[in-house]
């Protein structure tokens, strides 16, 4: 049997087989439009199969990567919050909400808490396993009231312009956190501290490290690797 993640795969092949053989005739405009197709396309059969009912669990074989994890940024340097040039870090929650907040880190660390260990899905082909503790989206979201024409949410962070925007269900799956710890320890800078977003139903990419601010939307907005031809949705 083929699993969802196989199937996207083969889809995605299938789509890019397409493309190849009729890039020639099409030109580099139509390329950007059968490109487009593809991902909407792609993206409907994402959402068919992924549904958010189901939960992400690492086997029970599976070893904490630990040090081992690996660790990205777009900076020039490792971003690193500096409380003494950038003042205390906090954590902006706004846009089409009714109740608005800014959080620091012990009032993000006092709501409601889970850990949890599952699997990170690189676009690489990689995945790594690792204990997150922090806030669930779906609470933070009970806090804020999001208004009824919200639909995605941006994530936005520190480290220089580097966003993504997700689609109301997946932000507010029962595995996606708002991540101040991992593994038993206060989140290190070269994993996204103070706090990031972290959840298994979205490809690694899509989870924003380093974050200072979540924006409810109506519509989406894009994102850093989004804008540069990576699928926007990016379900695992």
């Given at each position: 049997m083929?699993?969802?993640r196989r199937f996207i795969e083969i889809s995605g092949a299938s789509l890019t087989a397409a493309f190849l053989s009729a890039?020639?005739?099409m030109g580099p405009a139509g390329a950007k439009k059968f490109l487009a197709y593809a991902e909407k396309k792609n993206e409907g059969v994402e959402r068919f199969l992924l549904r958010h009912t189901s939960m992400d669990h690492a086997r029970k074989s599976a070893k904490i990567a630990g040090r081992a994890f690996p660790s990205y940024f777009i900076s020039d340097t490792m971003p690193m919050w500096d409380t003494a040039t950038d003042g205390e870090w906090t954590l902006?929650?706004?846009g089409a909400v009714?109740?608005?907040?800014?959080?620091t880190l012990d009032q993000l660390a006092a709501l409601p808490r889970r850990s949890q260990v599952v699997n990170h899905y690189c676009v690489e082909g990689w995945n790594?396993?690792?204990k997150w503790t922090g806030t669930r989206m779906s609470d933070l979201a009970r806090l804020v009231q999001p208004t009824s024409d919200a639909q995605y949410v941006d994530f936005a962070s520190?480290?220089?312009d580097y966003h993504?925007?997700?689609d109301m269900e997946s932000a507010l799956h029962p595995q996606t956190l708002i991540a101040y710890a991992m593994d038993g320890r206060w989140l290190g800078v070269n994993h996204g501290a103070p706090a990031r977003l972290h959840?298994?139903?979205k490809l690694g990419y899509k989870n924003t490290k380093y974050l200072v601010r979540i924006t409810f939307m109506s519509e989406r907005n894009g994102g850093y690797w989004s804008d540069r031809g990576y699928e926007w949705f990016a379900g695992t």
């Open positions: 083929v699993d969802r890039c020639d005739s902006q929650v706004d009714k109740k608005p907040v800014r959080l790594a396993v690792a520190f480290d220089s993504e925007s997700w959840s298994p139903v």
